[in-house]
């Protein structure tokens, strides 16, 4: 089973003046804190509320200093369970994202459906005949390398 979750970060940036400043300097730093290992990981804005429901933009300022809330994005294969699922991402995010509080937000369960796996598979197979045609063209084409010193 393979597996999507979704871990929420509260990421502190220090030295912001704007809520636009203090996201892009959370993503840019949990960016460098991740790759290149985990490049697989989507970076996004978190979605906070207020207890009365209203959204609040994802970054808290006070004192020129932010806490940011980032939701990280990945993707767990051959998992026995959900639970299996988070503890893998957090702990594969945890260990790159030192002192960094993180939060399993969502787990959900990719579908494996052989058909489309089938589609997939032939289309890839047609594209690489039509590869290997064009790099015969393209031979044709260009001279030798022999050809050109002579």
């Known amino acids: 089973m393979n597996c999507r979750v979704v871990v929420e970060a509260a990421v502190p940036v220090f030295d912001v003046e ?7 300097i959370a993503i840019s730093k949990t960016g460098e804190m991740l790759n290149p290992d985990l490049n697989y990981v989507e970076i996004n804005m978190g979605e906070r509320t207020s207890p009365s429901g209203e959204e609040l933009p994802p970054a808290f300022i006070a004192a020129d200093e932010a806490l940011v809330a980032l939701e990280l994005e990945m993707t767990v294969f051959n998992v026995e369970r959900e639970e ?12 790159r994202l030192e002192n960094i509080p993180l939060e399993v937000m969502e787990v959900e369960v990719i579908e494996e459906e052989s058909a489309d796996e089938d589609a997939t598979d032939e289309s890839t197979d047609t594209e690489s005949t039509d590869e290997t045609e064009e790099t015969a063209d393209d031979d044709e084409i260009l001279p030798e390398f022999e050809d050109l010193v002579e």
């Open 84 to 95: 299996h699922a988070s503890r893998i991402a957090r702990k594969e995010i945890g260990q």
């Open 18 to 24: 704007t809520e636009d400043e203090a996201i892009r």
